[in-house]
């Protein structure tokens, strides 16, 4: 399994990720899902992948090999197989670049679709793609396993991929878009934080990236493997606040008015 | 959808459960699914029930014919369809009770399974019984679709079902054996306002029931409709709590040091 968040906030966007796979549960390994590509200096995407890792690893593949070849200036190969759409280099607007990297992974999983099927399995992949491209807005995209894609908005600043349960009331209660970079960062850590305490299937390292608006950079990076004190410290200073909220709920009528 | 959460305490045991059932998105109306049976004095026992609405009526409907047909002196005409099993007011103990439920519903699931997956329907229901019956410690079962049971212990001492992810972090930061059952009764109801908030097919009026060991009768009884105060107030003092606890997370190393 996989938990994966993006934040959009006006300020500009945050994404968090966590590291574990598995096959099974007998089969758990550690991979990075977050993925930065800067293939020129007036743009800057950030993708976040959920599901099927061979699908997930080849669309990455695809993408970097797209821009390898055309920024050399050769015809991309697999341009035709994304329907001569636009790829990161050439895309003018997110919107593109989303739909771009939805017609790579629909393609990939069509490859396979036949003897997977047979198996049983599943190729399907879930994305997160945030960025921004010089005259446009910084933006953050979900793209469907089927390939279309929806985006964050005002209202609906964060979006989910993989195991989004356990670590969205959070989101829910404290989210807004004019949280600081850094307090949505600390929240989306958080949100992964207590996704594992749920779900062993989600773990460290955690990745977390800031990208300020405007800036065309990502202005922190920072991975937290499962042994960092800050994991522990951030599981106490939860815990504690969740004993208190406990203590400050309102009480029943009957406690009020012991018989 | 449904969310009902049961928790064995060494002080008894607390029971909370939605009332919202839902037929696709446009069919939404409200049932109770806490179900209380006291068909003698030396025991007690609550049912709460998720799944399909039909599934688990029938069943409630069986178990209140046999405790009639038992208690009245006649041979019950539906323990042949539970194997012959002891009901609620011949078993000796709660593991027995839990396997009559268990089978009652995979008997009225067997009833209909046909014509249900002809159209393509889930009959499956689950369900959380607890109770005491004297000479017996109080426990705590959950029932699966399939008609096996497992039973809460003191390292798990909760179980739940229905749309059971959004609740579960607090009742796995701040839930454990030795809470009062007052404070079990409060974790349970703001699990259970928690998972309304991120998924609209829970909803109010929350119930609330609360039963002492060794004590054979429900002690509180609380029933919270959507217009209740308590339901807001609480959520304030949550969101309150996760706003602190935000700001008492560890800062990132570039805020103590900045650039």
């Known amino acids: 399994m996989t938990y994966c968040v993006g934040f959009r906030l006006e300020a500009g ?5 966590d590291s574990r796979t598995n096959a099974g549960v007998d089969y758990i390994s550690t991979y990075s899902k977050m993925h930065v590509f800067e293939p020129a200096p007036d743009r800057l995407f950030v993708l976040l992948a959920a599901g099927n890792l061979a699908t997930t690893q080849a669309v990455v593949n695809r993408i970097r090999r797209d821009l390898r070849d055309n920024s050399s200036g050769e015809v991309g190969g697999f ?3 994304a329907g001569g759409r636009p790829d990161l280099l050439s895309a003018r607007h997110l919107f593109e670049a989303a739909d771009y990297v939805g017609h790579l992974s629909v393609a990939v999983q069509q490859d396979f679709a036949t003897s997977l099927r047979q198996t ?12 921004q ?15 279309n894609a929806v985006m964050a908005t005002e209202d609906t600043p964060f979006l989910q991929i993989g195991e989004s349960k356990y670590g969205k009331p959070p989101l829910d ?8 970079l850094d307090d949505a960062a600390r929240l989306c850590l958080m949100s992964e934080i207590i996704t594992r305490r749920s779900n062993l299937t989600v773990g460290p390292p955690f990745e977390l990236a800031i990208m300020p608006r405007d800036r065309f950079q990502i202005s922190r990076r920072l991975k ?36």
Not at 13 to 17: K, P
Not at 120 to 131: K, N, R
Not at 173 to 180: D, E, I, R, S
Not at 233 to 246: G, I, N
């Open 120 to 131: 049983g399995a599943s190729g399907e992949a879930s994305f997160i793609l945030g960025g």
């Open 224 to 259: 937290l493997d499962k042994n960092d004190p800050e994991i522990n410290r951030a599981m106490e200073v939860w815990t504690r606040s969740m004993q208190d909220a406990l203590q400050r709920l309102p009480r029943f009528p009957w406690e009020q008015m012991p018989l």
């Open 133 to 147: 491209i010089r005259g446009d807005e910084h933006g953050l995209y979900l793209i469907y396993p089927q390939g």
């Open 79 to 81: 341009m035709a197989a």
């Open 13 to 17: 966007l945050v994404f968090a990720s």
């Open 173 to 180: 209660y404290v989210g807004h878009k004019n949280l600081t």
